[in-house]
């Protein structure tokens, strides 16, 4: 079945007790047993329940992996993937990652003597040595929006039997599969787009390899940061509209982008759909479309601080992915805590969410709030 036929039905059976066509919520801590070890396949809620199976069996299968795990938040997801390697192990990091990525990596796992090195998109493969045991990749990136070579990296990982875990988080499986490019693990804050709507935090976790699911599945449990039944419910809900949301929020952020690139007062618009965007031509290899999430650079930091506070359409916000339009400032705000690593958010940066509004009303709002 096509994609978008898998994202409302896979995992989503009518319900078997009662008919029901949309998958319950099902609000229970635990489950009763008939004799001691004898259930029908749930015990307790943190192991498993039926709402998070679908929303797992459905994510897993947009994303073209064996096996899919939910979670709590995109950190609690990479909380738990970080619990496969060990102290003293060599991870290589690609240098634009989520803030709260970075954060965790620099400020818990350095500390306790896991050894990062950051490299750029371009010298990922130089990074690794014969210790690298994990390559944690976003492309594109956020949110300086790079476009990393999924399969090279993969392949210099791979020689040196290291993993790569890519960070879909900005693409989404309907538009990039890093799986079928040779990635190992695909992680998500399934808090952006894959939710749609702003109003659930959740994460998760897919694989081809099913010692690593089996690994995984242990560390889900024993380490805990599973989602509850209402979070994992949404975010299913927000996968069965996914493909029409990301061909809109494609189309508007081409707009915008076009809009942008044209205007006096923006410096450079880093969008991978632009022509002029260093990682195009990969972009278009590896994605079917490119996205909803658009960077620009204004003269000075002053001006990129006051031109987010003039947006009224875009919502001046953390994060992204939801159908409203968001506008952000990373240094201050999503990235802040770069500010002191080597890969500091440009103080001159301004980072969109395009929403899935008419087009002419983000321009319109976007034309007004650069007027000023
Ligand atoms: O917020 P949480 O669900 O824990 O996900 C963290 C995360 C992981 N990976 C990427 C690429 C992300 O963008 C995020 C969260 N990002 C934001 C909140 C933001 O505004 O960029």
């Given amino acids: 079945m096509e994609f978008e036929t ?29 004799a001691v070890g004898e259930h029908k396949g749930y015990d307790y809620a943190r192991s498993g329940n039926p ?33 496969l390697v060990d102290p003293g192990d060599h991870v290589v990091c690609v240098n634009d990652v989520y803030g709260g990525i970075y954060r965790m990596f620099s400020k ?55 993993l790569v875990v890519v960070d879909n988080t900005f693409a989404t499986p309907y538009l990039q599969r890093p799986l079928e490019l040779g990635a190992d693990i695909v992680v998500h804050s399934t808090t952006k787009y894959l939710g749609g709507h702003s109003d659930v935090v959740g994460g998760f976790v897919g694989t081809n390899d099913a010692a690593l699911a089996e690994r995984l599945r242990f560390l889900q449990n024993a380490l805990g940061a599973v989602p509850g039944p209402f979070d994992a419910w949404l975010v299913l809900r927000g996968l069965k509209t996914l493909g029409v949301r990301m061909d809109r929020h494609c189309a508007n952020a081409r707009r ?38 658009i960077s620009f650079l204004m003269a000075s930091e002053e001006e990129a601080v006051a031109m987010v506070a003039r947006t009224k359409l875009f919502t001046l916000a953390e994060s992204l992915g939801g159908v409203e339009s968001l506008i952000e400032h990373p240094a201050r705000m999503t990235h802040a805590s770069t500010a002191e690593g080597p890969f500091a958010s440009p103080a001159e940066l301004v980072r969109l969410s395009v929403g899935i509004e008419a087009a002419d009303d983000l321009v319109a709002d976007l034309e007004q709030a650069l007027a000023e």
Avoid at 59 to 83: D, K, Q, R, V
Avoid at 127 to 146: C, F, H, K, Q, Y
Avoid at 276 to 285: K, V
Wanted: net charge negative; with cysteine.
């Fill in 108 to 162: 818990v796992y350095e500390p306790k003597g896991y050894r990062f090195a950051y490299a750029t998109p371009g010298e990922i493969a130089e990074a690794i040595d014969g210790s690298t045991r994990l390559v944690w990749l976003e492309s594109p990136t956020n949110p300086l929006m790079n476009v990393v070579d999924i399969g090279a990296a993969a392949e210099a990982a791979h020689a040196v039997g290291a």
């Fill in 256 to 293: 915008v982008a076009a809009f942008l690139e044209g205007h006096p007062l923006v410096e450079r618009v880093l969008y991978p759909g632009l022509p002029s965007h260093p990682g195009h031509e990969l972009a278009a290899r590896q994605m079917k479309d490119f996205g909803g999430m």
């Fill in 6 to 34: 898998r994202a409302i039905h896979e995992g989503q059976e009518p319900d078997p007790a009662t008919g029901a066509v949309i998958v319950p919520i099902y609000q229970t801590s635990t489950f009763a047993q008939t």
């Fill in 51 to 83: 709402t998070r199976t679908a929303l797992e069996t459905c994510l897993a299968s947009l994303e073209g992996a064996a096996h899919g795990l939910a979670f709590s938040s995109g950190l609690g997801a990479t909380t738990t993937l970080m619990h």
